[in-house]
Structures are given as C-alpha cells and as structure tokens.
C-alpha cells in the first residue's frame, strides 16, 4: 500500500531550525501535489506549504519568509526547511501527497515539532 514516511521532528528553542522529510512508497503512481499541513490539538488542520510536480511552491502567511519546501521527484520525497522557528509553529506536522491518475490524497502518520519559547 502506499505509505508516507515523515522524519526530522522534535524539539527546538525559538528562533531555531528543524527540518522535516516526507519519503512515499508503494504504488502511488505519478505524484501530482506533495505539501505539509500542522494541526494543534482542537484546531483545523491548516496547509503549511505545498509544492506542484512542476515545482511551483504556496506557502500560508504564518510560513512565508521562514520555511522552505523542496521535492525530489525521482525519490518521491519532499523536505521542508523551517527556519526562526516560533512557539507557535509547535504542532503535529502531516505531509500529503496526490496521487496524478486517481486524485486521492495520501498522508503521512505526522511528526511532532515542539518549539519552547
């Protein structure tokens, strides 16, 4: 089945950087749109980033100027460089990736990103 590994969480003071990474196997096919959502407990899940398999990349407002989202398309992994982390950006971090052919999202398990002000 098709599974998305997230990795690179954890713990980090303000003003820090964390990287995460998102590796998708098993028969996903052509990958369309591949991104990362947070979501805090009680709350939305909310986009972070994505990135288009042509590479155009959006950002919400909270990550603009701070993060940064790459691909890899030959490796089906996406990164996101998050940098001057805030406490606010502590949360449960979920990449996604869309399937081409069928247009079904996939996600990951979520990574935890903790930043202690």
């Known amino acids: 089945q098709v599974q998305l590994v997230e990795s690179g969480g954890g713990l980090v003071q303000a003003g820090g950087s964390l990287r995460l990474s998102c590796v998708v196997s098993?028969?996903?096919?052509?990958?369309?749109?591949m991104g990362w959502y947070r979501q805090d407990p009680g709350t939305q899940r909310e986009l972070v980033a994505g990135?288009?398999?042509?590479?155009?990349?959006r950002y919400s407002d909270s990550a603009k100027g701070r993060f940064t989202i790459s691909r890899d398309n030959a490796r089906s992994t996406i990164v996101l460089q998050m940098n001057a982390l805030k406490s606010e950006d502590t949360a449960v971090y979920f990449c996604?990736?869309?399937?081409?052919?069928?247009?079904?999202?996939?996600w990951g398990q979520g990574t935890q990103v903790t930043v202690s002000s």
């Open positions: 990135i288009a398999s042509g590479g155009n990349t």
């Open positions: 996604y990736a869309d399937s081409m052919a069928t247009g079904k999202r996939y």
């Open positions: 098993g028969p996903i096919g052509t990958i369309a749109a």
